[in-house]
Nanobody
Framework: EVQLVESGGGLVQAGGSLRLSCAAS????????MGWFRQAPGKEREGVAS????????????YYADSVKGRFTISQGNDKNTVYLQMNSLKPEDTARYYC??????????????????WGQGTQVTVSS
């Protein structure tokens, strides 16, 4: 089992920044990818960013949705059990509940929900215009 706890959400004006954190505990050695997903009211949950945190070799370490490329950055903390999502130039359409997720499948699609086994409870991000 892997437990995930998100933090860092809040209310910010358009153009502002927030940094989300995801702390992982438990069987963290089982992780391959860590991802951030978001779900706005009335919309499906979508993949935002993903980072490879496993021990194998992959062709690419990070993935981003087109809607956030150049604005969001996913990174891993020095302790290896924390993943961050730095969000800059926020837009009202970024308003959503953001979820952290962990995958144990190195061959999964990094931005697709079925690739992930473990999920956090989410943290709300609201961007005002």
């Amino acid at each position: 089992e892997v437990q995930l706890v998100e933090s860092g959400g809040g209310l910010v004006q358009a153009g502002g920044s927030l940094r989300l954190s995801c702390a992982a505990s438990g069987d963290t050695y089982r992780r391959s990818y860590m991802g951030w997903f978001r779900q706005a009211p009335g919309k499906e949950r979508e993949g935002v960013a993903s980072i490879f945190v496993g021990t194998g070799i992959v062709t690419r370490n990070t993935y981003y949705a087109d809607s956030v490329k150049g604005r969001f950055t996913i990174s891993q903390g020095n302790d290896k059990n924390t993943v961050y999502l730095q969000m800059n130039s926020l837009k009202p359409e970024d308003t959503a509940r953001y979820y952290c997720a962990a995958s144990t499948n190195i061959y999964g699609r990094p931005l697709l929900q079925p690739s992930y086994t473990y999920w956090g409870q989410g943290t709300q991000v609201t961007v005002s215009s």
